[in-house]
């Protein structure tokens, strides 16, 4: 039986082994921030997917033949492929430099998105200023000074207050591109098409990921036409040097599609933490337990408001959440029924001959 001081032995290699691989991890960052410049330098691409997929496969075989998981080794090395690209990202904003020389204002600057607009927009070299009441008077006395000269207006702020914004906007038309982050786009499409009638520039975008995002590599951008090409060609430009996706859509179906991706997913998750809270605390969790759960508290994390706002302001929700009822209305009589094929068709999503 080995004493304490084999133990003692044992943790201080393991603690040398640590120092090791933490300085294996930082000369593959220095490593990476070489491969950067050579991408900037070439004009190549931030991501390189087939790359990324050789490194991992060739990942999995040496822990295959070191004995150690494949999990584990593809784990650790995506997490350093991600911190790679997230350094790369924020170098291709900086060396993109589409802000330069150009003054932006976030209306909403205060609050959790704005604040990543704002993030978002200097990293790009844009000189930006905010509008928004809980933000120091000082701060706020600014924004509003610049509004009417800015070379872009962001507006990262809920649909209603929206429609009034671009309500007093029409009475006093900018200078620069107005630009929406809603969620919600039916309520703008009336004043957005009356501020175009003016001549304003008017795009608009949603960013289909929370304000703790840092990296975009996976993240989708909704990109809506509103009509205006510029508008469009502009805001397609501020995503431009980053590994997000984008995708473009008719700004009045930017809400059918939300309808699927938000407003169903939201009240889904919603539906199983409201059950879950009616019902008895589990000792025990499976996987699938555990992944709604954590999805649950991402929620919960989330503005009431806003979400609020999805299901209520959006003309396609409710179509959605009555699919939901629905669903689980069949469910129920499947299991009731005792009718194990029609429950296999159920949950494998596959809907022909059932009702």
């Given amino acids: 039986m080995a004493d304490t001081s084999d133990l003692h032995e044992l943790r201080r290699r393991i603690q040398a082994l640590d120092e090791t691989i933490i300085e294996a991890a930082a000369e593959r960052t220095r490593l990476a921030r070489e491969v950067a410049r050579v991408k900037e330098d070439h004009d190549l691409p931030t991501v390189d997917y087939a790359q990324e997929k050789r490194v991992l496969e060739n990942a999995r075989r040496i822990a295959s033949e070191k004995g150690i998981e494949g999990d584990l080794a593809e784990d650790l090395l995506a997490r350093l492929i991600r911190a790679s690209v997230g350094e790369q990202e924020v ?3 900086r060396h993109a430099a589409t802000g330069e020389g150009q003054s932006a204002v976030v209306i909403g600057g205060a609050g959790r998105m704005g604040r990543w607009m704002v993030r978002f927009l200097q990293t790009q070299r844009f000189q930006v200023q905010i509008v928004d009441p809980a933000a120091p008077e000082a701060l706020d006395r600014a924004g509003r000074a610049l509004l009417p000269s800015a070379d872009w207006i962001l507006c990262a702020t809920p649909p209603g207050v929206l429609v009034e914004l671009y309500r007093s906007f029409s009475m006093q038309p900018p200078k620069g591109l107005v630009c929406d982050i809603a969620s919600i786009k039916s309520p703008l499409i009336g004043p957005i098409g009356e501020l175009r009638s003016l001549g304003v520039r008017v795009g608009s975008f949603h960013p289909m990921f929370g304000p703790a995002a840092v990296v975009l590599r996976d993240e989708d951008v909704v990109v809506c036409d509103t009509g205006d090409a510029d508008a469009l060609e502009a805001v397609q430009s501020l995503f431009a040097p980053t590994s997000a996706r984008l ?6 179906e930017h809400d059918r599609l939300m309808a699927e991706v938000l407003a169903l997913a939201h009240a889904t998750t919603m539906a199983f933490s409201v059950a879950r809270a009616s019902g008895e605390a589990p000792q025990v969790h499976s996987t699938s337990y555990k992944v709604l759960e954590d999805l649950a508290t991402l929620l919960a994390a989330e503005s009431a408001d ?9 003309p396609f929700a409710g179509r959605a959440l009555q699919r939901l009822a629905h669903a689980i209305e069949r469910i129920e009589r499947a299991v009731k ?5 029609h429950f296999a068709r159920l949950m494998k999503g596959e809907l022909e001959g059932s009702s």
Avoid: K, M
Wanted: net charge negative; charged share 35%; glycine share 4%.
């Fill in 91 to 93: 170098r291709r904003l």
């Fill in 247 to 252: 995708f473009l859509v008719d700004l009045d």
């Fill in 306 to 314: 806003v979400y609020f706002e999805i299901q209520a302001d959006n």
């Fill in 337 to 341: 029924s005792g009718d194990r094929p």
